[in-house]
């Protein structure tokens, strides 16, 4: 099993509607999750972070989080062609020798068509 | 946030040789980090830099093929040694302050050997 695992892709979804990520992982040690987007030949830019169970909005940008499950997700509302990108999930503990390591999920593909 | 200065962006280089990427923030952090992305797949962490101290290498990652230096807390370098095809990669530099922050990525460079 990978340590973090995202829905396959790749997901294409018309422009102004919801387009729905996820992301689980196996280590319950896990304390802070991180949404990344990365465009083509671009370094990851950072769009969401949350720490706590429960839902965390900002603009168009939801992150649901679930610790019991293991399960992290992210919903883009009203979902723009310049959204179009690779989403990675990311995934920290807060101690011991994995201290602010990163592991990542394998990406998913997401295409806004107009 | 952090403002993080990576260079090269780019290079092209004969196997065998190696190639030394710098990266340089514009305030001290706890935490550099030093990832590889292969073509097409998600993140990889090589190594965590240590100030003043050996690098922490993960698993499948040696110091003789990727040395890295730290001598303060504002800058790193990841050497990757005696190239070989198999090294084309993007290079990325992360910083993290430590405990429930956010990792934030340098630009990145693309290597490519050949």
């Known amino acids: 099993q990978k340590e973090v695992e995202q829905n396959s892709g790749p997901l294409s979804v018309p422009e102004g509607a919801i387009a729905s990520l996820n992301c689980t992982y196996s280590?319950?040690?896990?304390?802070?999750f991180f949404w990344y987007r990365q465009y083509s030949g671009k370094s990851p830019e950072l769009i969401m972070s949350i720490y706590s169970n429960g839902d965390k909005e900002d603009g168009r940008f939801t992150a649901q989080l679930n610790k019991a499950s293991q399960y992290v997700s992210l919903l883009i509302r009203d979902s723009q062609p310049s959204d179009s990108a690779t989403y990675l999930c990311a995934v920290k503990r807060a101690g011991g020798t994995s201290y602010g390591k990163l592991t990542f999920g394998q990406g998913t593909i997401l295409t806004v068509h107009p | 946030s952090a403002v993080i200065s990576q260079k090269p962006s780019r290079d092209i280089c004969q196997r065998g040789t190696s190639l030394t990427i710098q990266c340089q923030v514009d305030s001290q952090v706890t935490m550099m980090f030093w990832y590889r992305q292969q073509p097409g797949q998600s993140l990889t962490l090589i190594a965590t830099a240590n100030q003043g101290s050996e690098a922490t290498y993960e698993s499948g990652f040696v110091i003789d093929k990727f040395p890295i230096s730290r001598p303060n807390l504002t800058f790193s370098t990841l050497t990757v040694s005696n190239m070989s095809p198999e090294d084309s990669s993007i290079y990325l530099c992360?910083?993290?302050?430590?405990?429930?922050?956010?990792?934030?990525f340098g630009q990145g460079t693309r290597l490519t050997v050949v």
């Open positions: 280590d319950r040690g896990s304390q802070s």
């Open positions: 992360s910083v993290d302050r430590g405990g429930q922050t956010e990792a934030f």
